[in-house]
């Protein structure tokens, strides 16, 4: 089992940037492969970008593509999200999640574990 918890959400204005932490407790952090994920207000959670488990392989959404990287520090049991380039439609809460799928998975359900979010604002 692993806990996760999100840092390093605020208000940017468009164009600036903002990097997401995510802090995983447990000895097996390596056995999970993360995800982050976002939700805006009167929407559905999306997939937003999914890093292996060594951190060899990254996965992004379309929307997200060029602009935000994904990156793991397993020694410090962390994922981070930084994220560049940021438009107002990027306003939305962010979640860090964990999966034991070995594939870079974008499907919500299959990630068991997941953080209480750390709201990002854009302002225009």
């Known amino acids: 089992q692993v806990h996760v918890d999100e840092s390093g959400g605020g208000l940017v204005q468009a164009g600036g940037s903002l990097r997401l932490s995510c802090a995983a407790s447990?000895?097996?952090?390596?056995?999970?492969?993360m995800g982050w994920f976002r939700q805006a207000p009167g929407q559905e959670r999306e997939f937003v970008a999914a890093i292996s488990r060594r951190g060899a392989n990254t996965r992004y959404a379309d929307s997200v593509q060029g602009r935000f990287t994904a990156s793991r520090d397993s020694a410090k049991n962390r994922v981070y999200l930084q994220m560049n380039s940021l438009k107002p439609e990027d306003t939305a809460l962010y979640y860090c999640?964990?999966?034991?799928?070995?594939?870079?998975?974008?499907?919500?359900?299959?990630?068991?574990?997941w953080g209480q979010g750390t709201q990002v604002t854009v302002s225009s």
């Open positions: 447990g000895r097996t952090f390596s056995s999970y492969a």
């Open positions: 999640a964990a999966t034991v799928s070995p594939f870079l998975t974008d499907t919500i359900n299959d990630y068991a574990y």
